[in-house]
Nanobody, 115 residues
Framework: QVQVVESGGGLVQAGGSLRLSCAAS????????MGWYRQAPGKQRELVAS???????NYVDSVKGRFTISRDNAKNTVYLGMNSLKPEDTAVYYC?????????WGQGTQVTVSS
């Protein structure tokens, strides 16, 4: 079984930056895709960014140019650098890791951006 643990959330003012980290551990064989979803109060969960083991990235339009996803395959760790944060980025951010036997999720980390 794979465990996924996020860290790095917090409270920041608009225009500020945060960096989220996520590590997968346990019975990890080969993780194909890792990424981040977020869910704001009263809204559906949305995919923020993803990255494959080959380094192919994907971003939701609203974060392009502001967020950067990166990955350390040796450590089964993915990072989300978030710059120029906006109040609308406030949400719980969930990390996921997809491998041969399915997808594992973290518990989520709160990101709050004050105006």
């Amino acid at each position: 079984q794979v465990q996924v643990v996020e860290s790095g959330g917090g409270l920041v003012q608009a225009g500020g930056s945060l960096r989220l980290s996520c590590a997968a551990s346990g019975k990890v064989f080969h993780i194909n895709t890792m990424g981040w979803y977020r869910q704001a109060p009263g809204k559906q969960r949305e995919l923020v960014a993803s990255i494959t083991s080959d380094g192919i990235t994907n971003y939701v339009d609203s974060v392009k140019g502001r967020f950067t996803i990166s990955r350390d395959n040796a450590k089964n760790t993915v990072y989300l650098g978030m710059n120029s944060l906006k109040p609308e980025d406030t949400a719980v951010y969930y990390c996921y890791a997809t491998e041969l036997y399915g997808t594992s999720w973290g518990q989520g980390t709160q990101v709050t951006v004050s105006s």
